[in-house]
């Protein structure tokens, strides 16, 4: 990271994060990543790739720090590779190793804001779990590290460098400032003439506004096959997702509801710098928990 980028701004999305983070988040904001490597791993080599990935994407070894400026990116220790080793390696005893690194804090001051873990899980198997901090990391950029991690890895196990040029994401950040500010008096002006005054909430219950984060809990919508279906083919006829139907529908219910507004599905938003694709916080996926590949 230049000195450059140490004072570069926070994108928006990781300001949002940041005073979630503050609020009392916690692990909901944790990135969880399984990759499970069947084979005859080259456990150097991985180490090595996982260090290479870092390189790649020096947002991974950011944090977000607040001064007199603001919301600023700034240096953070840098993410550790572990290679951990479990007595006996049972199912129970992996479960529990990747329950607890995925809940493990983070260090928002001093970072590192992500970490890596590399576990025999069997013969010729192994699972490496990648953990960051939303600050630095989303629902799109798992598919970015995988990607960079198979490559890196390749070189590596055949003894070559990977020769892949660092992406900055601190310049994406500070353009999507620069783009904002020069819209912001449109974008004023536009809404002083439309804003209203919000419609009364008619949800039952107090009104009880949060000073911190309560704990997350899972909710089963009830959306049967049928009713899946159905959204499924509005979808198709609409070219868009499944997702986007039902939060459509979400924000039809809510406004019926009178708040006048809706949802949103996360902080991030895409770039649009015609760029490579880097990772950060943000960066255009939804953050909606953990995934798991094979390589």
């Known amino acids: 990271m230049t000195h450059r980028q140490e004072t570069l701004p926070a994108s928006f999305a990781q300001q949002g994060i940041w005073i979630g983070a503050r609020m009392g988040a916690g692990p909901a904001y944790h990135m969880p990543l ?3 490597l069947d ?8 180490v090595a790739a996982c260090a290479d990935v870092v390189a790649r994407h020096p947002v991974l070894a950011t944090t977000v720090a607040e001064n007199r400026d603001g919301l600023r990116l700034a240096v953070a220790a840098q993410p550790s590779v572990t290679v951990a080793d479990l ?16 809940a493990r804090p983070f260090d928002l001051e001093k970072g590192p804001t992500a970490r890596f873990t590399l576990v025999p899980a069997g013969p010729e198997r192994h ?8 600050l630095v990391f989303d629902g799109i950029s798992k598919d970015i590290l995988v990607r960079d991690l198979a490559r890196c890895y390749a070189a590596r196990r055949d003894g070559d460098d990977p020769r892949l040029r660092p992406l900055s994401f601190a310049e994406v ?20 003439r439309r804003r209203a005054e919000p419609a009364g909430i008619v949800l039952p219950g107090p009104l009880r506004p949060a000073a911190r984060f309560g704990a997350g809990v899972e909710i089963d919508a009830g959306i049967d096959h049928e009713l899946g279906g159905h959204a499924a083919e ?30 949103g599905s996360g902080p991030e938003g895409d770039p649009g710098n015609g760029t490579e694709s880097g990772t950060g916080g943000g960066a255009g996926g939804r953050a909606e928990g953990g995934a798991e590949s094979r390589a």
């Open 34 to 36: 399984v990759l499970w």
């Open 234 to 263: 509005v979808a198709r006829a609409a070219g868009a997702t499944t997702f986007e139907v039902l939060l459509a529908a979400v924000h039809a219910l809510l406004f019926r509801y009178g708040s006048g507004g809706g949802t």
């Open 39 to 46: 084979g005859d791993l080259d456990v150097a080599a991985m």
């Open 173 to 192: 950040a500070a353009a999507e400032h620069e783009r904002v500010a020069g819209a912001l008096a449109g974008a004023t002006d536009f809404w002083a």
């Open 127 to 134: 699972l490496l779990l990648f953990v960051a901090h939303h």
């Open 87 to 102: 007595p006996g390696r049972s199912p129970d005893a992996l479960d529990q190793l990747v329950r607890d690194e995925i």
